[in-house]
């Protein structure tokens, strides 16, 4: 893993969802659409927090946060700003693996957010086991969030900035295995809408919805920058009306099933 502790030493994943209007889109359909879900003063885990965007939103939310973070990078970001802050009620941040939740008693939280981890799971037996960790600690009637990135709007943002890429064998190792090498080189893992509900359909889970968080926005950045703040706001409205159409989901670079666990 230290590759990947490398990449995001030199990577500002603090500031990817915000440093611009097309990157906003992501977070602002992300919580749209889990505040429909979460009900008010629960207690919520977000394994593989990054720097705490998700969880310091849920915090000023009113919930009880605890923000588990594998890359200890990342993890300093959340103590930095936990320690800028006057008042660090609700939420506790800590070192770990999506993959081993054993500090964590069964039923223990009402959500949990999975919003990183199966960006770098390699393994089928790897994303299972963390989806059953999550689902092990989540109250019964509680409220699972899976992140996934989407192989097939993947190999359209590749084709864009590269049109031999479609030549190059990484395209077909990214449709068929959801990496682009198969080897030591690989630092993202992806998959697709289908994929990811087979890997949570259980007799534990009921898939409540499959949300194209960003939708078609990547492809369309210079028009969406372009946008006034009226335009920009008429084009939320249009996105966030249609994020979940299922006919949208393969265009989506970013992408999240919320589901229920019975």
């Not at 230290?2 to 969802?17: A, G, H, I, P, Q």
């Not at 849920?58 to 700003?81: M, Q, T, W």
């Not at 198969?182 to 697709?192: A, H, I, L, N, V």
């Not at 409205?237 to 970013?254: A, F, I, K, Q, V």
Request: charged share 25%; net charge negative.
């Amino acid at each position: 893993m230290e590759k990947l502790f490398n990449y995001y030493e030199n990577y500002s994943e603090d500031t990817r969802l915000l440093k611009d209007n097309t990157h906003k889109i992501e977070f602002i359909t992300t919580v749209h659409v889990l505040d429909g879900f979460i009900c008010p003063n629960s207690k919520i885990l977000d394994v593989g927090a990054g720097t705490g965007r998700y969880s310091f939103y849920f915090r000023e939310k009113g919930h009880s946060v605890y923000a588990l973070e594998y890359v200890p990078h990342n993890l300093r970001i959340i103590e930095d700003k936990l320690k800028a802050m006057k008042f660090t009620c609700n939420i506790e941040a800590a070192i770990g693996d999506g993959r081993d939740l054993s500090r964590f008693a069964d039923d223990s939280f009402d959500v949990v957010l999975c919003m990183g981890p199966l960006y770098h799971l390699k393994t089928e037996e790897d994303k299972k086991t963390c989806i059953n960790e999550c689902l092990r600690v989540l109250k019964k009637g509680g409220i699972l969030a899976v992140a996934y990135i989407n192989k097939y709007a993947s190999f359209i943002y590749k084709f864009k900035t590269d049109k031999d890429f479609m030549r190059d064998t990484a395209s077909k190792n990214l449709i068929n295995n959801g990496s682009f090498y198969g080897d030591e080189r690989d630092d993202f893992y992806f998959t697709s809408p289908q994929e990811i509900v087979s890997l949570l359909t259980s007799d534990k889970v009921e898939i409540l919805t499959n949300v194209a968080t960003d939708g078609i926005g990547y492809m369309l950045k210079d028009n969406i920058e372009d946008l006034n703040d009226e335009e920009y706001q008429l084009w939320l409205n249009y996105h966030l009306n249609t994020c979940h159409e299922p006919s949208l989901l393969g265009y989506s670079l970013h992408a999240l099933v919320v589901s229920r666990k019975k």
